[in-house]
Every structure is written in C-alpha cells, then in structure tokens.
C-alpha cells in the first residue's frame, strides 16, 4: 500500500526530528535564493496551532519549486508528499519511513533538481522545460547529467533557457547529444544572460555541433565556465573555439580535454589566447598534442602581456628541458602561470629528487629559524595581511618571494594541500 501522506492538512503538527546525516541516501538537499517570508494575518477565531499550521504551509516554499514538484508526481505517477511540500525549503529535509518508492523518489529528486542519472528522457525535459520557461523559480543549480538527453530534449532546452535568466549552473553531462543538438544548445548560448556555468562533457558532439555551440559563445556574456571535455571537436572545432578566445571575455575555464585536438587546432587556440584577457584555466589533457604544440601555447601567452591565464592542463604531453626553459621565461612575465604536463625527458633522478623537496619543510625552517609562525610566512604574502588568497595571486606571490626560494613544482604541491574548492587558498589549512 503506498504510504505518501495526502495534500489534505493534518490535524496534528508533525513532530520535529533531528537532521539525517548528510550520507544518508533519503535526504536531499537544494541550492536556491532565500525566499521571502510573507506575515499572514491570524484570523479572529484561529488558534495558534492552526496559524502555525498555515504560516509553515505558505512561507517554507517557493512556488516554482512547489509546481515542479507537483508535475513531477503527475509525471512519474506519484501521489505528492505534503509533508515535503511544507518542509522543501528548509536546509534539510528528513524522508525516512514516508514510503517514497523509487517512484516517489525521483519526483522529490525532480523538484530538488538533483535529478542526474534518473533517465528522464525527453518527457522530463518537456516538463523542466515547461517550468523554467515560466522564470519564476529561485533555483540557481540545475543538474541533469546522464539522463538519456538527445537532440529533440536540446531543442526543448533552448526554448526555457533562452527566455529563463535565474539558472547560474547547468550540468547537462552523460547526455546523448550530437550535432543537431549543438546547434540548439548554441542558439541558446547565444541568447542566455544568465548561465555562469555549463557541463557539456560526456556528450557526442563534433565538427557541425563544435562550431555551432562556438557560435553561440562569441555572442555570450556571462558564461564563465565552460565543460567540453570527452567530446569530438577536432581541428574545426578547436579553429571555432580560437576565434571565441580571440573574442569573448566573459570565459575564465575551459576545458577541451580528449577532443582529439592535435597541433593543427592548437595553433587556431593559441592564436585565439594571444588576444584573450579573461581565461585562467585551459584544459588540453588526453588530445594528441606534442611538445611543438604544447610551445606554441606557451608562446601565446609569452606574446600576451594581458593574458590572465594561470593553469594550462597538457599532462599527457613529454616535454624537454628546453621547454622548461621557455616556460620559465613565461613565467617571468606571468608569474601565476603554472603547465602541467607528463615529465621531461632524459631528467636524472637526482634533479627529480630536488624538484620535488617538500615545500612546507622549507617553510617550517625558515619560520623557525626567524622566529614565526608559518601563518605569519603565508599572510606577509597577502598585501592585505588575510587568511585568504585566489590561487592565481598566491602562486605569483610564491614564486616572486624570495625568502624561501621554491620552483612551480613547489608551488603546486602547496596549492594542492591549501586550496580550497572555491579557488582560494587559505592558510587556515597548515
């Protein structure tokens, strides 16, 4: 018998329970804006109970989360949860023994929008559709990765995300896109003001969706980051993606990796990165780029003096001690540049040994033998004396400094243990 509560209200508040912990396969959780509380006045003859009733009722949630939901149910078949539609906007919500069923999970997980890898299809994308298209939600994430997408769902994404502006992150990952559904998506790319942040990784697009969805890019605004990883844009798609870094100045992260990108689409890219002042991050990993066409990135930024660009991502690539020469050149001029790539060839053991000294032993030495504490090292690199950096101006304050001389490869380790998701360090970390 299914146990979902009816719509109707209860006569008894339902009693508090403590918040599941965050493992827990049943409570879901949902990024959104803070929604107004609206004061309702009491009626002359209503007890408190009933007013606590409606007040919870009204206030805890947002009404296009509500609506989702509801079509959600309608959807997958489902009676809804009042006690989740009183409770949706709370920071934790405690499911357990409600009688959910997978059916009744995946709504919830619908009006969550933590809705990836539950093979809604192109029905479902007609109902997000139709609820974003309405803009009146304050849902900020939206995640549909790895929920068998194809090109008739990218259609119908067009349509709500050329209109709705509120979305900030969109993670459409593990689709089954191709190129048709490129040109949707580019379309829409080209008419959002909203979107800061969309996954496209995991999907099938090549050379017509590659260019289409740079199409879009080079009139886009507001995108910041940008997943294209484990696609197929080959050498046109990446002569597209050139002509947008060459254009755009919104984009700080891309990431292109195994996109079967050789030299031939490196040198559109790093003609492109000669003219750009806002990527930081530029992901090449897994492409068939060799050191001539790892060079020539480096080259660009060397010929950039407004290059903001601080990490470039070739760690499948070989290198040579020449290369490293250049690359320190590089970074001479842009001092918060660090390149990952494979190893170099023909470095001795002992030179490896010397590289990779433990940057955080250097440190201890010196704050010790100055009589400080390595938090005070950290902080008088910061000109404003804080606890946090951007990664970016902490790797140019490490290697400008010279009371502890380190190399990049120094530099990357501290980053790796004081860097924080956000993209900050913060020396609370030591």
């Known amino acids: 018998m299914d146990n979902d509560e009816p719509l109707e209200p209860e006569i008894k508040d339902e009693p508090e329970t403590e918040p599941a912990a965050r493992n827990s396969d049943e409570t879901f959780y949902c990024e959104a804006e803070a929604s107004v509380a609206v004061e309702k006045e009491k009626p002359g003859g209503e007890s408190s109970e009933t007013d606590l009733e409606i007040e919870d009722t009204e206030k805890l949630f947002t009404t296009g989360q509500r609506e989702l939901y509801l079509e959600a149910c309608k959807l997958v078949g489902v009676v809804p949860v009042s006690y989740f539609i009183r409770n949706m906007e709370e920071s934790y919500v405690n499911l357990n023994h409600h009688g959910l069923g997978p059916s009744g999970t995946k709504a919830i997980a619908i009006a969550l929008v933590n809705i990836s890898n539950n093979d809604l299809g192109l029905k479902g994308a007609s109902t997000i559709s139709e609820f974003l298209q309405r803009n009146t939600s304050s849902l900020l994430n939206l995640q549909l990765s790895g929920n068998n997408f194809k090109d008739e769902s990218a259609e119908l994404f067009c349509q709500a995300f050329s209109a709705n502006y509120r979305i900030k992150t969109l993670d459409l990952s593990h689709n089954e896109f191709s190129d048709k559904g490129g040109e949707h998506l580019g379309q829409m790319l080209a008419l959002n003001i909203g979107l800061q942040s969309l996954d496209l990784s995991w999907n099938q697009f090549h050379t017509r969706g590659a260019v289409a969805l740079c199409n879009g890019l080079r ?173 970016g101006d902490f790797r140019k304050a490490m290697i400008q400094q010279d009371k502890v001389p380190m190399n990049p490869y120094q530099v990357r380790e501290l980053i790796k243990k004081l860097a924080e998701k956000t993209g900050m360090v913060n020396f609370r970390s030591v």
Not at 375 to 387: A, E, Q, V, Y
């Open 219 to 391: 009139a886009n605004v507001t995108l910041q980051k940008l997943d294209l990883s484990m696609n197929g844009f080959g050498n046109e798609g990446a002569t597209a993606l050139g002509e947008v870094l060459r254009l755009n100045n919104s984009l700080v992260y891309i990431d292109v990796s195994s996109n079967d990108i050789s030299n031939e689409g490196v040198i559109k890219i790093s003609k492109g990165l000669e003219f750009n002042e806002s990527l930081k991050v530029l992901k090449l990993f897994l492409n068939p780029v060799s050191m001539d066409g790892a060079t020539l990135l480096l080259l660009s930024i060397k010929r950039n003096p407004k290059s903001k660009m601080e990490e470039i991502d070739i760690s499948n690539v070989l290198v040579s001690e020449q290369f490293v020469k250049i690359l320190d050149g590089v970074c001479a001029i842009h001092p918060q540049l660090d390149v990952t790539y494979k190893a170099v060839q023909g470095f001795s053991a002992k030179k490896e040994l010397l590289l990779w000294t433990n940057p955080m032993k250097l440190i201890q030495s010196y704050a010790d033998q100055h009589q400080i504490t390595v938090i005070d090292f950290f902080k008088s690199l910061n000109p404003n004396g804080r606890m946090m950096m951007s990664v």
